[in-house]
């Protein structure tokens, strides 16, 4: 298993130019999330899915779109950078949204950098 | 909504010696789950501990273990014979117990950075 992949691991982008951070898993875990790390704030809940077809928001939503039209994968999608967005993320999974007491697989991380 | 303390954002110690990390939780909740994550300099997060607030009896995995004080709403980690591998940025995090078909989220700490020196 290659479990939680996320690409790329770095990108800079310009302010308004919008991407899609790809995360997957192969694990068969229907619960994914998206998290936002920032120097001394922790880990942060974006947005987070517990089945295909089934999305919801987190902490810090805004400015951000998520989808999720295969168990696999859960795409972030950025539709109009800004600055605020340079954080480092994270995508993390787990079998089900009641297994999380069992704790998640977390992605890599993508670092991103919006000038 | 819940919160997570982490009041050490930096602690080192020597390799070999014991250290603990602090973390302090406020929730209404009386059933609830609390961990430690690990994050290295490769940025991976890893589980170390976690613990069911249900139970009395302290989480312990290897050379890891956890001081859980449901009244003080006060769970520290306990690293024993610190290695030079263990140098990390630690998370403590909460959850909720789900409710019946609904999902819960993690809410996290700022973390604590430990450095074990040689």
């Known amino acids: 298993n290659a479990g939680v992949t996320q690409t790329p691991k770095f990108q800079v982008l310009k302010t308004g130019q919008s991407m899609t951070l790809q995360c997957a898993q192969d694990?068969?875990?229907?619960?994914m999330s998206w998290y936002r790390q920032d120097p001394g704030m922790g880990l942060r809940l974006i947005h987070y899915?517990?089945?295909?077809?089934?999305?919801d928001q987190g902490e810090v939503p805004n400015g951000y779109n998520v989808s999720r039209s295969t168990t696999e994968d859960f795409p972030l999608r950025l539709l109009s950078a800004a600055p605020s967005q340079t954080s480092v993320y994270f995508c993390a999974s787990s079998y089900s949204s009641s297994s999380l007491a069992l704790g998640q697989f977390f992605g890599p991380g993508t670092r991103l950098t919006v000038l | 909504a819940q919160t997570v303390t982490q009041s050490q954002p930096e602690m080192s110690v020597q390799e070999a010696e014991t250290v603990t990390l602090s973390c302090t939780y406020d929730?209404?909740?009386?059933?609830?789950?609390l961990f430690w994550y690990k994050q290295p300099p490769s940025r991976q997060m890893i589980l170390v501990i976690r613990?069911?607030?249900?139970?009395?009896q302290n989480a312990t995995e290897n050379r890891f273990s956890v001081n859980f004080q449901k009244a003080a709403k006060s769970f520290s980690l306990k690293i024993s014979d610190s290695q030079l591998g263990d140098t990390a940025m630690y998370f403590c995090a909460f959850m909720k117990l789900p409710a019946q078909g609904g999902s819960e989220k993690l809410v996290f700490g700022k973390g604590t950075k430990l450095t074990v020196n040689p």
């Open positions: 899915s517990v089945g295909a077809g089934i999305t």
């Open positions: 694990m068969n875990h229907e619960y």
């Open positions: 613990q069911e607030a249900y139970k009395q």
């Open positions: 929730t209404s909740e009386n059933n609830y789950y």
